[in-house]
């Protein structure tokens, strides 16, 4: 099934598209979403708290879509054919999730065990990477945002089949307004003057 949504996300224009992923290392195996969401730590949301203005019910969704993003980023990985997958501007608040849950070191390398069978390394975008990402835009910026468009399109789809609506309408769509920069900005209680620099567009993740 194609999906096809018109989207506001923030973004600094060219965006960095991350499409290596938190599953790259050893072969993973997959386990049911279901036991992948039975996972509770209050401790994660606590500490997620500490930086972040959110209710204690806030942080919990945000856990939850956090562990359905690993989730599905391992089910790409074993499903030939898949999409590669990327942790957008639109999901940046899940990643500073991530970023906590992986705080918890010895909490986090069990439940990937326990999960996944292996360590799910979180592997940033590197300067080089976005270099040359910087470098293509300049030399082709229409080619470049017409790939970004069709990349995003096969993402969205991916997730619609293995998630439903429910969570593509919330990732893609509803999380880049309730998640702006500006609005990251002012729920930061420690560096929020980053989300600033981050501007909302409108862009179309339809391929043309």
Known sequence: MELQMDVSVARVSPRPV????IAA?????LCSLEQALAYRN???LYKFQERWSVSFEEASELFEETKKWMWLQVAARLRPGSPPLAMTVALAMVDE???TFIL?????????????GVYLHHTPMTKKQKD?????FHEDPEAMLAAEACFLSDMYSFTYELLGEETVVKWYSQYPAKYSGARMAALSKSNGRRFTQV???EESSTCP
Do not use: S
């Open 97 to 99: 999730m991530l970023h």
């Open 199 to 201: 501007e909302a567009v």
């Open 42 to 44: 209050d401790q994660i």
């Open 104 to 116: 918890f070191t010895r909490e986090y390398i069990q439940y990937c065990d326990d999960n996944y």
């Open 18 to 21: 991350h499409k290596t992923g």
């Open 132 to 136: 040359a990402q910087l470098e293509r």
């Open 25 to 29: 290392g050893p072969q993973p195996r």
